[in-house]
């Protein structure tokens, strides 16, 4: 075999064993490998070398380098998180003019997302789009829950009287004789997770007033982390406490709760002690809001953690 | 404000914090071996995570993740670490050593590649770890992202930011330059036999060549 034929192998050598020939360059280097030894020897040491190689770099991240990424990961996730929810806050005036307008035209039916709010034209980006929509659906139920438009005779009919469960009397006696919050920070409230079991995001309404969360023990052992707001009507303060919970461990007993379709919320609806309890699942996430508003509104109010555009 | 697109989103991110994770033993072995400090390399594997996370709208979903990220990771290092940029120009020239090729028999290669004493292969491997450190970043990457992680040559050629010929060539002698550094270990062993090697012919020319480096800068500048 000529030195010329070797020397003119040196590239076609590497990238056939890196399999990066196609198939008649392929042919040719074969031909050339099964004529000459020290090609193949050459193949041979380079195969060996790339095996060397793996052996040499080959370094697993350790544990504790593993914990470090997944932490600054999750820190990176919490503040774009972060960054969403004051997006959120900040279109959240504007959402409420529109949703006005939606409510004059769908009075009794005001959380129906169909009443999608016209699109402003300032919005830059597409991300806030989902948001927007989303807050101005809420805006609309919680503008009707104040109002409280619907008579009580309708909802009356649909709530089984006694409410049972003794976790859904947890939520309510921890709603009417509430503790002080123990962290009025929502950055902090969602440091709740690990507790919890599931993520603890603190949902802002645009006319009520986050006061805190706190962490409540439940029967069985369980927790749950209570958000609980306030909503100013003139003179009056209501109170609104929202649940955070895991639906896998705590099954809240639903056959005392009139199931609803909201939306595309599925929402249960009852009374208890004098409270109005509505229930909904999203995302694997358990909400529970015990209220001082009427349950149609407490209904609609839960319903929007679960609107989809 | 709605709890579902939080969710969402929050789901969305979580998702690709752990695919990019599944790559996390890849990155920080090959990390390693560009910054050779392990806190270094955390500190390089940590900028390169956060960066993709923060610039994960810009990757296009269903295309090679790994080399994305790794395409991360070697510009950060080259920002990092070498300011001065890679000496990238030189090494795109011809092969200035042609030479290389045809340089031992095919008995000494089998020697090199299969010592007759077994207990020499724990040597050579830890020679080839040792040649690999010595070698000059750019051809060390290309070397460490096909032999060890696999990549074609269009996705070193993405990551690296260089032509595929280009690949091809610093592949080439990298390996060249690895043989020849474990050549010159195997004979100081005794295990083949031979005259020694200059290990540093490429090195040397492109240390002696300062000029030509700007010459091929301003050329390279121009045509672009």
């Known amino acids: 075999m000529s030195a010329d034929a070797c020397k003119s192998m040196g590239l076609l050598l590497g990238a056939h064993l890196d399999g990066q020939l196609d198939p008649v360059k392929t042919l040719e280097v074969e031909d050339h490998v099964a004529a000459c030894e020290v090609c193949r020897e050459r193949l041979a040491l380079d195969r060996a070398l790339r095996g060397s190689l793996k052996k040499a770099v080959k370094t697993p991240a350790p544990d504790v380098v593993r914990a470090r990424m997944l932490a600054a990961m999750a820190g990176e996730s919490a503040r774009e998180t972060r960054r969403e929810e004051d997006d959120l806050v900040a279109v959240s005036s504007t959402a409420a003019l529109v949703a006005c307008d939606g409510l004059d035209a769908s009075a009794d039916r005001t959380s129906t997302p169909a009443s999608r709010p016209q699109r402003p034209s300032m919005l830059r ?6 948001p927007l929509a989303s807050a101005a659906a809420l805006v609309m139920a919680w503008g009707a829950a104040a109002k409280q438009p619907v008579a009580r005779g309708a909802t009356d009919t649909m709530v089984p009287a006694g409410l049972s ?25 969602r440091q709740f997770e690990r507790y919890v079991g599931v993520p603890v995001r603190v949902p802002q309404f645009s006319n009520a007033h986050f006061v805190g969360g706190r962490l409540v023990p439940l029967h069985g052992g369980e927790r749950a982390a209570m958000l609980q707001y306030e909503v100013k009507q003139g003179a009056d303060v209501q109170r609104v406490t929202v649940f955070v919970y895991d639906p896998r461990k705590i099954q809240i007993g639903g056959a005392n709760l009139a199931p609803r379709a909201i939306g595309t919320a599925e929402v249960r609806v009852g009374q208890t002690d004098g409270y109005s309890v509505a229930l909904t699942q999203h995302g694997g996430v358990g909400y529970a809001m015990a209220s001082d508003l009427d349950p149609e509104s407490s209904a609609n109010l839960v319903s929007a953690v679960d609107h989809e555009q | 404000m709605s709890l579902t697109s939080v969710t969402e989103k929050k789901k969305e991110v979580d998702g690709f914090a752990e695919e990019a994770v599944g790559h996390l033993d890849a990155l920080y072995a090959v990390a390693c071996k560009l910054t050779r400090n392990p806190s270094e390399a955390e500190d ?47 090494l795109e020239g011809p092969d200035a050593d042609p030479l290389v090729d045809g340089w031992v028999s095919a008995s000494t290669m089998r020697h090199l590649r299969d010592p007759e004493q077994q207990a020499l292969q724990p040597i050579v491997e830890g020679e080839v770890r040792r040649a690999l450190d010595a070698l000059p970043t750019d051809f060390k990457l290309a070397v460490i992202l096909c032999d060890v992680e696999e990549f074609s040559y269009e996705e070193i050629a993405q990551i690296m930011g260089c032509p595929i010929g280009t690949v091809m060539s610093r592949l080439h002698r990298g390996r060249k330059l690895l043989q020849r550094s474990l050549y010159n270990h195997a004979l100081a062993l005794g295990i083949v036999k031979g005259e020694p090697m200059p290990e540093t012919a490429t090195h040397a020319s492109v240390i002696e060549k300062p000029a030509d480096l700007a010459a091929f800068r301003t050329k390279k500048r121009g045509a672009a």
């Open chain 1, 125 to 130: 980006h597409w991300r806030t789009m989902l």
């Open chain 1, 165 to 189: 469960d003794d976790l859904l009397r947890d939520f309510v006696g921890q709603h009417s004789h509430s503790l002080p919050p123990e962290q009025a920070d929502p950055k902090q409230v």
């Open chain 2, 44 to 90: 390089l594997v940590q900028d390169t995570l956060l960066k993709a996370m923060r610039a994960r709208d810009q990757f296009n979903a269903g295309t090679n993740l790994k080399a994305w990220l790794f395409r991360i990771l070697t510009n950060t290092f080259i920002n990092k670490y070498r300011r001065g940029g890679l000496e990238r120009s030189v």
